[in-house]
């Protein structure tokens, strides 16, 4: 059984996603038939193997192969099969959409599929048997790598080389890409192989820092002329007696789409820095029954002018640790949602509850609900529910977002339930501090 074969082994739940990606990948499909053929040997039938055996055993007297080496019938056929297996397996390899290499413990290169050869610039054939630092790795790296790679051989810990991890890739043209390497350990009979799988990140690195380019012109550039228009707009409703009936209803159009521009900015600048890991929390001990009244005590008086009854039952149990902050803005908006999308004249309950180990906080409301097909994505930014957009209800559809990042952030989860013209729960779950 070979390396080949112990690495499929691993990597089974990717090979699925390998097979559905080959139509995909941007590889040289002649190129990958190519190097299949180079490594698969012909096919044979059970049939097949039997007689070659029993030729070869009749040719020697009846000790063929097979039994020199002290394999009978069943072993003989057991191993024809693992051949067969490995030889699948450098078919994958080969025409993976991901670049795939590997390399001893020496640092020199056994394998470098097609992806690889278009990621790197380099062909196999020129690469294999070559040191894999002086080829990929970029010149600063080259000692760190070779003492990390060190550290990993002596360490009887298997698991410790695993991981994603963000590394710069030298190519033949001396440029670099930005690629993020999946390593796997492989060991058989005391021989370890090292694999690295890849996928290039320039074009997502680019292309996120033309979205903090993006963030950084609309916080300067629509942040500041709305900021103007809110309060000139609070300076003419200072002079309102001057105002016909006319006026102050293009006032308070005014006014309403500044400030919803505004909440619009916030949360786009908002959920970049969540995601981006750069918002940190003020962690202390927190009373989520206490907060959920805050939030509950912020949403009244909106929900009043829709006549919308606002229900709180908080349990009792142990705080969690966590940004009291944060934690008020993920409830501020579930509840504000509930209240939106509720009908004129209806309820929302909010409800506490702690089993020792967690707590449980579900907003429920009996409003429109939310179509089963915009569920599963209802977490992501810009979603909205299609029955929410029909009927002209505002919103961005950043608040979930926001709301399962920093639900998140804090070791929890956020799950909803909901049934279509019958209303919604949200539940977020947070572990007690320990």
């Not at 002086?134 to 051989?153: G, M, Q």
Request: contains cysteine; glycine residues 10%.
């Amino acid at each position: 059984m070979g390396p080949h074969w112990v690495l499929f082994q691993q990597v089974r739940p990717w090979v699925l996603v390998i097979c559905m990606g080959v139509s995909r990948a941007r590889v040289d499909p002649d190129r990958v038939t190519k190097r299949v053929l180079e490594s698969a040997p012909a096919p044979r039938q059970r049939g097949e193997r039997r007689r070659d055996r029993r030729e070869d055993q009749g040719q020697s007297g009846g000790a063929g192969p097979g039994a020199d080496a002290g394999y009978g019938p069943e072993a003989a056929e057991r191993l024809a099969e693992l051949t067969e297996r490995e030889a699948v397996t450098r078919g994958l390899i080969a025409g993976s959409p991901f670049a795939m290499l590997a390399m001893d413990t020496d640092g020199r290169l056994t394998e470098f599929n097609v992806a690889a050869e278009e990621l790197s610039g380099h062909r196999r054939d020129e690469v294999v048997g070559k040191q894999m630092p002086e080829l990929l790795v970029p010149e600063r790296d080259r000692a760190r790598f070779r003492v990390h790679l060190k550290t990993l051989l002596n360490s009887e810990d298997q698991d410790e080389f695993t991981g994603r991890m963000r590394v710069p890739l030298l190519r033949a043209d001396g440029s670099e890409r930005v690629a993020e390497l999946i390593p796997i350990r492989v060991t058989v009979q005391g021989k370890t192989t090292f694999w690295g799988i890849l996928r290039d990140l320039t074009e997502a690195e680019r292309l996120n820092e033309q979205r903090a380019q993006f963030l950084a012109i609309v916080s300067h550039e629509l942040r500041t002329p709305l900021t103007s228009i809110v309060s000139f707009s609070e300076l003419i409703r200072g002079e309102a007696q001057g105002l016909t009936p006319e006026g102050r209803h293009f006032l308070d159009i005014i006014e309403r789409n500044a400030d919803r521009m505004l909440r619009l900015v916030g949360d786009l600048l908002m959920l970049d820095r969540l995601e981006a890991g750069a918002l940190p929390l003020d962690l202390n001990l927190v009373s989520i029954p206490g907060l959920v009244a805050e939030a509950v005590a912020n949403a009244s008086p909106g929900a009043a002018k829709q006549r919308i009854t606002v229900l709180l039952d908080a349990g009792v149990g142990p705080p969690v640790r966590g940004d009291s902050r944060r934690l008020l803005q993920a409830f501020d908006n579930l509840i504000s949602n509930a209240v939106k999308f509720s009908h004129v004249g209806g309820q929302v309950r909010v409800v506490a509850s702690c089993d020792g180990t967690t707590w449980q906080i579900d907003v429920s409301d009996t409003g429109i609900g939310i179509p089963p097909e915009d569920v599963v994505r209802l977490f992501g930014p810009f979603v909205r529910g299609a029955n929410a957009r029909i009927a002209g209800l505002p919103g961005t559809g950043l608040g979930l977002s926001i709301v399962k990042v920093l639900v998140e952030m804090h070791g929890g989860r956020v799950d909803v339930d909901s049934v279509l013209d019958e209303g919604s729960t949200f539940s977020v779950f947070l572990p007690v501090a320990t």
